[in-house]
C-alpha cells in the first residue's frame, strides 16, 4: 500500500526556535500533499494545501510566515515553524494524495511538537 | 471548519459486540471517507462511498451514506479490542477538489 513517512515524530525546542517537520511518499508520487494540526481530543484541522512546484495554499487564519510550506519534489512537502512560540505546541500530521488512487489521503504518523 | 458532526463522541462496548458510529455533513459531497486514528498516530483509511452509492462492505466494515438526510454511518461487527481508536467521517465537497473535511470524531474503546 501506499506509505507516508513523517519525520521526526516528536520534537523539543525552545522557544524562538524553528523547526522542519518533513514528509515524505516513499511508493507514490505526490503533486499534492496536506498539512494539518490536531489538538488533544480534537479533529484535524487543515493548514494548508502543499502543491509540488508552486506556492502552498494556506486556510484561513494560518499565518503562512510562521508556518513555511516547501513542496520542491514529488516524493517531498516540508512544514517549517519559524520562531516557534509555546502555544504552536500541538500534533502535525501531513498526508499526500496517490492520484492512482482517486482522493484517498495516505497519512503520516505525525510530529509531536513541544515548545519550552 | 470542520463540517462533519459525528456521534457518539465516546463510545465504549464490550468485545463481540457492534459498534455504530454516525457522521452529518452539510454541504454537497463528492464522496465520503472514513479514517481510523490510533492514539497519537497518523490516520488510516478504512473505506470510502461515493455520493451515488448507499452501502458498501469491507471485512468487518459496513458503511451506509444517505444523502438526503446528508449522513452516514459506519458499523464495525464483532467488536475486538484492536478496534479501539478514534473513527472519522471526512468529506469531499463539491468544489474543493480533493481537500477532506474532517468530522469531530468517535472515540471507540471495545473492553476485553
Known amino acids: 500500500g501506499a506509505v507516508v513517512s513523517q519525520h521526526p515524530s516528536w520534537v523539543i525546542c525552545k522557544s524562538g526556535t524553528s523547526v522542519k517537520i518533513e514528509c515524505r511518499s516513499l511508493?507514490?508520487?505526490?503533486?499534492?500533499m496536506f498539512w494539518y494540526r490536531q489538538f488533544p481530543k480534537q479533529s484535524l484541522m487543515l493548514m494548508a494545501t502543499?502543491?509540488?512546484?508552486?506556492?502552498?495554499?494556506?486556510e484561513q487564519g494560518v499565518e503562512k510566515d510562521k508556518f513555511l510550506i516547501n513542496h520542491a519534489s514529488l516524493t517531498l512537502s516540508t512544514l517549517t515553524v519559524t520562531s516557534a512560540h509555546p502555544e504552536d505546541s500541538s500534533f502535525y500530521i501531513c498526508?499526500?494524495?496517490?492520484?492512482?488512487?482517486?482522493?484517498?489521503?495516505?497519512f503520516g504518523a505525525g510530529t509531536r511538537l513541544s515548545v519550552l | 471548519s470542520q463540517q462533519g458532526e459525528e456521534d457518539p463522541q465516546a463510545l465504549s462496548i464490550q468485545e463481540g459486540e457492534n459498534a455504530t458510529m454516525n457522521c452529518s455533513y452539510k454541504?454537497?459531497?463528492?464522496?465520503l471517507q472514513w479514517y481510523r486514528q490510533n492514539s497519537g498516530r497518523g490516520l488510516v483509511h478504512l473505506i470510502l462511498?461515493?455520493?451515488?452509492?448507499r452501502e458498501k462492505h469491507s471485512g468487518r466494515l459496513r458503511v451506509t451514506l444517505d444523502t438526503s438526510k446528508k449522513s452516514s454511518s459506519l458499523l464495525i461487527t464483532a467488536s475486538r479490542a484492536a478496534d479501539t481508536a478514534s473513527y472519522f467521517c471526512?468529506?469531499?465537497?463539491?468544489?474543493?477538489?480533493?481537500?477532506?473535511?474532517f468530522g469531530e470524531g468517535t472515540q471507540l474503546t471495545v473492553n476485553p
Open positions: 498526508s499526500a494524495r496517490n492520484q492512482a488512487v482517486q482522493n484517498i489521503q495516505y
Open positions: 511508493d507514490f508520487q505526490a503533486t499534492t
Open positions: 502543499s502543491n509540488e512546484g508552486s506556492k502552498a495554499t494556506y
Open positions: 454541504t454537497s459531497i463528492n464522496n
Open positions: 462511498i461515493r455520493s451515488n452509492e
Open positions: 471526512a468529506t469531499i465537497q463539491g468544489t474543493s477538489g480533493s481537500r477532506l473535511t
